[in-house]
């Protein structure tokens, strides 16, 4: 992940071996949060929320199809309210 803040705006990219993609959302202080579409198929949104501390974000994730439902992933598996998730930041 590539984070770019300015002011409360969060902007930057997800990226994975097999896409890159925008995430958009917001930071207040330590607390963050941030939206990444992936184009699919099916297409499908991963809402992201964290807090930092230091070098390091922790926080949950929660999959959602286009319509804001749950995502049940490309197998139909049933999906959990949430993930959790961490990035540590590395040097440049």
């Known amino acids: ?13 997800f990226r994975t071996p097999r ?11 330590a607390k ?3 939206a990444v579409d ?3 198929p099916p297409a499908y949104r991963i809402l992201f929320s964290g807090l930092a501390h230091g070098n390091q974000i922790e926080g949950q994730a929660l999959p959602q199809d286009v319509n804001g439902h ?11 309210d949430y993930y959790t ?5 590395v040097a440049p």
């Open 1 to 13: 992940m590539l984070f770019q803040p300015s002011g409360h705006t969060l902007s930057g990219s």
């Open 32 to 34: 963050l949060s941030f």
């Open 85 to 89: 998730w961490s990035a540590r930041r």
């Open 19 to 29: 896409v890159t993609a925008p995430l958009s959302g917001s930071v207040v202080g």
């Open 70 to 80: 749950a995502f049940a992933g490309h197998g139909g598996e049933v999906p959990r």
């Open 38 to 40: 992936f184009p699919g």
